[in-house]
């Protein structure tokens, strides 16, 4: 059996690595962002511009390095992926992070459109803030 392409086009974004012009190129320019509360910085975000400049330009700066793994896909018949996977994290203070996720995407006009997280928030913040 063949994958989805609603999959397909989730795959993307996390085989990328987040690269800027896959994201931009796969993502609605009206995407809304949903951060589950008690993650660093969640909140909605309504745009990619507030997605990329909002979120990430507050929660990237407290990393060296930090990327979401995904580990499982699997699609329904209603334009959603779901994406199970985990965040891996470096701080500035050189402390290092693993936390679980599930994303729940909302597929529109063959674009991610919206994202739902959720997230092992604690360990995150518990790195982050002693």
Known sequence: MSESPNITLARRLYDSNADPAVTKEIMAPDLEWDITPGFPFGGIY????????????????????????????????????????????????????????VHLWTIRDGKLAHLRQAADSHVLQHVLNG
């Open 46 to 101: 309504h745009g990619y511009e507030s997605m990329l400049n909002d979120f990430f330009g507050s929660l990237l700066p407290l990393f060296e390095s930090f990327s979401a793994k995904a580990e499982t896909y699997y699609a329904d018949a209603d334009d959603h992926v779901f994406v199970f996977g985990h965040y891996h994290g470096v701080t500035k203070a050189e402390k290092t992070v693993d936390a679980r996720f």
